[in-house]
């Protein structure tokens, strides 16, 4: 089972994303991944455990106050580091989810047509490549849109470099929780 974390706030929300992905081990994955918005999309992609993942951001120094991170179990694609979430579309939307979207297929067909390239084998990256096809400058509404396209259980956390402080959920079938912190927010 996949485990997905989101936050924004006035710090360096990395290593609270980390310690979330650390909280979630214990569920089992085979990748791990974080995403933060810094003067555009950044992230970090692993294959290896959530400790490697953080000596790699350490070392990146990635940081930002607006971010997602995940743990994933394969569904569809190998475990690989480019079926491992965080997803990109353009370098404009990122996306984590935990679940499944059984009708990607009829989606990524759609969206090819509509010029997306995709890079993984993953549904996730679908999901990722529409909220870009549909945003017209408001997260939430696109968000909205695209979930009314999905057949399947899902729980995700979308952000765009155009909002930067701005994460948004949603959630079918998959549980999905949000914390409302002292000028901060929290996802998992």
């Given amino acids: 089972m996949c485990g997905i974390v989101g936050a924004v706030a006035s710090r360096n929300i ?8 650390r909280r979630l081990e214990y569920r089992g994955y085979d990748s791990c991944g974080v995403a933060v918005n810094r003067n555009g999309l950044e992230r970090a992609r692993s294959t290896t455990r959530v400790a490697d993942l953080a000596a790699q951001v350490e070392t990146d120094h990635l940081d930002g106050l607006t ?17 491992a979430h965080p997803h990109f579309s353009r370098d404009e939307i990122a996306v984590v989810h935990n679940g499944i979207i059984e009708n990607y297929e009829e989606l990524r067909t759609e969206l090819k047509a509509a010029g997306y390239v995709f890079t993984s084998q993953t549904d996730t990256e679908v999901i990722a490549h529409l909220v870009h096809h549909l945003y017209k400058g408001d997260l939430l509404a696109a968000v909205k849109q695209a979930i009314a396209r999905f057949s399947g259980a899902y729980a995700i956390a979308v952000f765009t470099k155009s909002e930067p402080h701005r994460v948004v959920g ?6 999905l929780v949000a914390g409302l912190g002292n000028g901060e927010n929290f996802l998992a």
């Fill in 170 to 175: 949603a959630r079918f079938g998959s549980p």
């Fill in 67 to 83: 971010g997602i991170a995940h743990t994933r179990w394969a569904t569809h694609g190998a475990p690989s580091t480019d079926n």
């Fill in 14 to 21: 990395v290593p609270v994303l980390v310690e979330g992905l």
